[in-house]
């Protein structure tokens, strides 16, 4: 079978919206040039799409028109490798998922243990993150929540007041594991994140279960986050202002 036919019958077979690299193809079609060829003209035929350089992925339509590939298929290589998490979507992406703003970024941010530089992908840039803690599968939902937390000021079309709400609804449904767990990764946090987030989990969970947290924190260091006590009826007392 000829290369173009090779790819065609493997690109028929993917899901709808996959983002796909050359590599899927190299254990049938040995010709890195006929390859190309062959991908290059089902990209002019309407076929594929090409999200960027050796990137390319099958169009999803709805009767909306056109859809772009869901965020986890343009950086899922940065994300894992080898089976191995290397990094978890953040930022922008989280703040949709935890329901704290309805916008859409064409930037993506991705939590990470090692410092890189942002790259871009078609219409994407993408930024890393540093991120203190392991990264493991069991700590990314509380991460995506902490580091919202961290840029609660920073949350596109959304106020402060509000934000601090869907925190409190948020952590209030950790369960006992999980709470520990956010103890823990709370630690490897700047003082201001670790004192909206420790006061959030006092409110929810009582003064014993946060004063880990609050014994970390500098007693004379205040931290302007524009909350009221109609929110947070406990900001005195973590210096919150």
Known sequence: MKAPDIVSNRINRLPLGYVFTYEEFYSEVSQTDALIKALSRLVSD?????????RFYKPVFSEFGELKPEIYQVVKDL???KGKIIGYLTGYSA???LGLTT???SIIQIGTNETKKGIKRGMYRIRFIKQSNNI???NIPILRILDAIR???EIPDSKVEESGKIFLGLIKKLEKEEQELFIRLTKKYNPA???LAGAIFEMNFGKEAAEIIYSSLN???EYELGISEKILTNKQKWNII
């Open 46 to 54: 309407g076929k594929i799409r090409r999200l960027s350089k050796g």
């Open 79 to 81: 994300l894992e490798q």
């Open 95 to 97: 703040y949709n998922q």
């Open 103 to 105: 916008q859409v970024s």
């Open 136 to 138: 493991t599968k069991e």
């Open 151 to 153: 840029n609660i000021k």
């Open 193 to 195: 994140t670790r004192a």
């Open 219 to 221: 007693p004379s260091s």
